[in-house]
Structure formats: C-alpha cells, structure tokens
C-alpha cells in the first residue's frame, strides 16, 4: 500500500521516497513488536493502538489512498485484508496471556 501512495503521490521512482520509507520502517517495527503476534487484527479493529499520532494520520491518508487501488495491482492481497478485518479483535489480556 506504500508504495502505491508513494508512487500516485510522489511521482515514479525506484524504491520509495524518503518520507514513504521511514513510514514503511516505522510499520515494520510496530508489527514485529506487536503483543499479538499472529492473531493481531487490523489496526481499525485492534484495541491497542501503538503508532504515534503522527504516523497514524501518515497511514490512514496511505490506506485511504491505497486501499480502493489494491482490488486492481493486488487483488488476492485486498481480499485477504477484507477477510482480515471481519475477524474479531483478541481481548486485550489475551496477548500476555498467550505468551
């Protein structure tokens, strides 16, 4: 989805822009630091919200963007999100619990 806004927004390039990049790094980081690992559900849906303001506004102007253009670049990867966002959201001590 990155790269998509990336590209539509900043114009073509080889790899993202600094901006997009440093958004895709943070991202990265909070996942592999996320409390429920497998069973984390989408952000909307997750009861712990752990990006900064600033990078949640970044990501929702990205998903805003992004989301309606992935049914045509990515369409299994859409579905698959769709799908993920119907699941329910794990309780919030069900993390610690699970680890």
């Given at each position: 989805?990155?790269?998509i806004y990336c590209h ?15 958004l895709l790094d943070y ?67 069900s993390a610690r619990a699970?680890?």
């Amino acid at each position: 989805m990155v790269a998509i806004y990336c590209h539509d927004s900043h114009g073509p390039r080889r790899g993202l822009c600094p901006e997009c990049q440093a958004l895709l790094d943070y991202a990265g980081l909070r996942l592999e630091r996320c409390v429920f690992q497998a069973e984390k559900p989408t952000c909307a849906k997750c009861p712990v919200h752990c990006y900064q303001a600033a990078y949640r506004d970044q990501v929702k102007t990205v998903m805003r963007h992004a989301g309606p253009r992935m049914l045509w670049r990515h369409p299994i990867l859409a579905v698959r999100h769709l799908l993920d966002g119907q699941r329910p959201a794990p309780a919030r001590g069900s993390a610690r619990a699970s680890s």
